[in-house]
């Protein structure tokens, strides 16, 4: 049974950071290409980031080029999403996913399986 989990969310003030992880069972993730998205209230699930597998090429949304950082473990079977220089507007439930094509892909469509989320709150 192919299961992701999601940590690291959490409270943060502005300028904050953090990192959020994607544990996997039941697939090994540098065979999967491995997206993050996050979804805000009353709006639709954004595509953030993507890492392909197993070259490992990544991509970055441009809203959030340049303050994140994906990354694999392929020892631990774990992806991570560094966030930096947070905002109030990047407040949303945050989920990693993996689709069996390899290819970079942005759709939320294009994706396989999905973890449960994980909240991330940027206030004062």
């Known amino acids: 049974q192919v299961q992701l989990v999601e940590s690291g969310g959490g409270l943060v003030k502005p300028g904050g950071t953090l990192r959020l992880s994607c544990a996997a069972s039941?697939?090994?993730?540098?065979?999967?290409?491995v997206g993050w998205f996050r979804q805000a209230p009353g709006k639709e699930r954004e595509g953030l980031s993507c890492?392909?597998?197993?070259?490992?090429?990544?991509y970055y949304s441009g809203s959030v080029k340049g303050r994140v950082t994906l990354s694999r473990d392929n020892a631990k079977n774990m992806v991570y999403l560094q966030m930096n220089s947070l905002e109030p507007e990047d407040t949303a439930v945050y989920y990693c996913?993996?689709?069996?094509?390899?290819?970079?892909?942005?759709?939320?469509?294009?994706?396989?399986?999905w973890g449960q989320g994980t909240q991330v709150t940027v206030s004062s």
């Open positions: 039941g697939l090994t993730l540098n065979e999967y290409a």
């Open positions: 996913a993996a689709r069996t094509l390899t290819r970079i892909a942005t759709m939320s469509a294009e994706y396989d399986y």
């Open positions: 890492i392909s597998g197993p070259e490992g090429s990544t």
